[in-house]
């Protein structure tokens, strides 16, 4: 295990994709075993000394960012254990990068689902953020795909979890028992989750659910995941991909709510229309990306993205039902993009990926933070609240994009300040934004979590009663608070 103290060798540790500024620590561990890690938090958790788990920092909430203490860097739990193809599981440690796992599944003829826009970021940040993405729209986060997790405690006791190993008692209780044989009582937060598509704003805790999946999502404040079995799909036998443009944002909203009515209907368990991901440009996006893509089409009021599974014999009938319906909700086919192949499908993803890149590469050169929107709302209010992005955003008179996933009713409203006064103006259109979301039944956080930066919109979301109860949670866990400290919750609700 590598231990390093000096202020040049923890400068790449102090910061993540949130470009959150001020982090500070004092000393780096790199451990290569989960004795390791366990070693590192019992002697962190005697003294008191606050732990800051560090994966690929990809995140852009500021969870990575430590404010004193220890750091502990995943880099090296970076093995690959097994994939079995006949069970079409995987047996992973946390800092496998998710970019070579899902190479390593393909190779083997098969699918790994979840699809977080940054490919570089590693497995267990991926189940502590309960990363989604784009093919959520179809698979769900990654939530669905954690069949075991090990995790070390504060304290640096090993808790070993399956799927199913136990139940919730009354009252949302439950009680874990670890290696050691010693038993932690928990019980979970009483509030009910929004309904929406996709959440990851506090603990996840409804009723019926596996104690397990409270960890899932829990953004390293509750115990240091070490290991981790997957489950895998089949691999689809071959990809229908498009990139829809639309002259008139009335025809692209209809598109979008057909799609998404098609794939979550119950009185067509096997539609012909079966998308495994729908993104959304808005009219600016479009032009913003042009500059990348000067093949797309001018003077579009907006463009979708969707992908469809297919195979030999359903490929003829797919294409001739999705002409049908681009027809019929005026979708300009002739200067939109299809393909079947992976290298145009490549490319379409590429398309996708760069216009986030270019947002951050535009806040880079006017030496700004950005600041986007990840809220999500319930599917009959989506229509409302994209309306009032525009409008908020439109009488502002700073530059905007949005874009991100309307098939789960979560967009990303990227502002573009190109000064200080813009910037702050911008903070306060994205505090006005979270509280027309919560008011509307939706979340604060949809897939980027809360970290360090929305601490304070949690509360908005959840009021004092159940961020309590969360930290109740926390305190079963991690008694003297020590794990991720800073994320989710404020000091004052941790004592």
Not at 50 to 79: C, K
Not at 393 to 416: E, K, R
Request: proline share 4%.
């Amino acid at each position: 295990m590598q231990t390093k103290s000096a202020a040049e060798e923890l400068q790449n540790y102090l910061t993540d994709a949130s470009n959150m500024q001020g982090g500070y620590a004092a000393k780096l561990f790199i451990p290569e075993s989960a004795d390791e890690i366990s070693a590192i938090l019992k002697d962190a958790n005697e003294s008191g000394i606050p732990v800051t788990i560090s994966g690929a920092r990809t995140g852009t909430v500021g969870g990575a960012v430590p404010f004193g203490g220890y750091v502990i860097s995943m880099e090296r739990l970076n093995g690959i254990k097994s994939i079995d193809r006949e069970k079409s599981i995987a047996v992973v440690e946390p800092g496998v990068i998710l970019r070579d796992f899902q190479q390593a599944v393909d190779a083997e003829g098969l699918f790994y689902p979840p699809d977080p826009t940054e490919w570089s970021c590693q497995i267990g940040g991926t189940i502590a953020t309960n990363a989604s993405g784009a093919r959520s729209f179809m698979y769900g986060p990654t939530r669905y795909y954690v069949n075991r997790l090990r995790l070390v405690l504060a304290d640096g006791i090993v808790l070993d979890l399956t799927r199913g190993q136990y139940r919730l008692g009354a009252g949302r209780k439950v009680s874990f028992v670890t290696e050691g044989g010693r038993e932690i009582d928990i019980r979970l937060p009483s509030y009910e989750m929004p309904n929406v598509r996709k959440n990851v704003s506090g603990y996840y805790a409804q009723d019926h659910m596996d104690p397990m999946d409270v960890f899932i999502g829990s953004e390293g404040t509750l115990g240091v995941i070490t290991e981790a079995e997957l489950s895998l799909m089949p691999k689809p036998e071959s990809t229908f991909s498009g990139i829809v443009f639309f002259a008139k944002e009335s025809d692209l909203l209809a598109f979008a709510n057909y799609l998404r009515a098609a794939r979550h209907s119950e009185s067509q368990p096997a539609p012909v229309i079966n998308a495994s991901l729908l993104e959304y440009f808005d009219d600016r996006a479009l032009k913003f990306i042009s500059e990348k893509f000067p093949e797309t089409p001018s003077g579009m009021a907006g463009a979708i993205f969707f992908e469809q599974e297919t195979t030999a014999l359903s490929e003829e009938a797919i294409f001739e039902a999705w002409n049908e319906l681009l027809e019929k909700h005026e979708g300009d086919i002739d200067r939109s993009w299809f393909t079947t192949s992976d290298q145009d499908r490549a490319k379409m993803r590429e398309f996708r990926h760069a216009l986030p890149v270019s947002v951050n590469e535009f806040i880079a050169r006017h030496n700004q933070r950005k600041v986007g929107t990840d809220m999500s709302v319930p599917d009959d209010k989506f229509a409302g609240f994209l309306r009032f992005y525009k409008e908020i955003l439109g009488t502002s008179g700073i530059d905007y994009v949005i874009f991100g996933h309307i098939g789960d009713c979560h967009l990303h409203a990227n502002l573009l300040p190109k000064d200080d006064a813009e910037a702050e103006k911008a903070r306060h259109i994205y505090g006005r934004c979270v509280a027309q979301a919560v008011m509307l039944g939706g979340t604060v956080s949809a897939e980027h979590g809360i970290g360090k930066l929305k601490s304070k919109y949690l509360q908005v979301m959840m009021g004092e009663r159940y961020l309590n109860e969360m930290a109740e949670v926390k305190r079963s866990l991690d008694p003297k608070g020590i794990l991720g400290r800073g994320n989710m919750f404020q000091a004052k609700l941790l004592g």
